[in-house]
C-alpha cells in the first residue's frame, strides 16, 4: 500500500509538468494574428501596416504577416517584443475581466507593449487610468487563460 501511495503521489507530482500549457489568442479562423497587420509596423511606423503573406512567420499558434522581411527578421529575433499582448484581444475589455475584438486603428505603445484596443474611444477610456486598467488587465489576464485558453 506504501508503495501505491508513493506512485500515485510521484505521479501528481509530475502530472502537472506534463500538462499542456494553455493559450488564448486572437486569431481568424486561419490562424491569422492582428487581422493580417504587421505587428512590428505598430512601433517602427507608430500606424497599422497590412502585412504581406509573402512576409509569414508562424509563432506559438498564431500566423503573423509582415510587411517586410525586415520586420519578419525582427520579430524572430524578439516576439515578445512585438506581438500583442493579452493574446491581441482589447486590453481595456481584459481591464474588465472579458473577451472583447479589436480595431487595429485603436492601437497603442504603452511601457514598449503592443496593446489593442475595441475602439478609439475605449482607448481613451482606458488612458483615463493606464496604469491601473494595466493592472487590472494583468491580474485578470491568467484567469482568462485558464477559463477560455486552448
Known sequence: MK???LILLVLGLALPVFAQTKTLLNLDRDGLAIQGYDPVAFFTDQKPV???AKYVFKHEGAVYFF?????RDLFKTNPAKY?????????????RNKLVEIDVDAFQIVDDKLLL??????????????????????ANWPALVAKKGK
Open 3 to 5: 508503495k501505491l501511495s
Open 50 to 52: 497590412k502585412g504581406d
Open 67 to 71: 510587411a517586410s522581411k525586415e520586420h
Open 83 to 95: 506581438e500583442p499582448v493579452f493574446g491581441g484581444y482589447c486590453a481595456y475589455g481584459v481591464s
Open 117 to 138: 484596443q475595441y475602439s478609439k474611444s475605449i482607448r481613451e477610456d482606458f488612458n483615463k487610468d493606464a496604469k491601473a486598467n494595466l493592472a487590472k488587465a494583468d
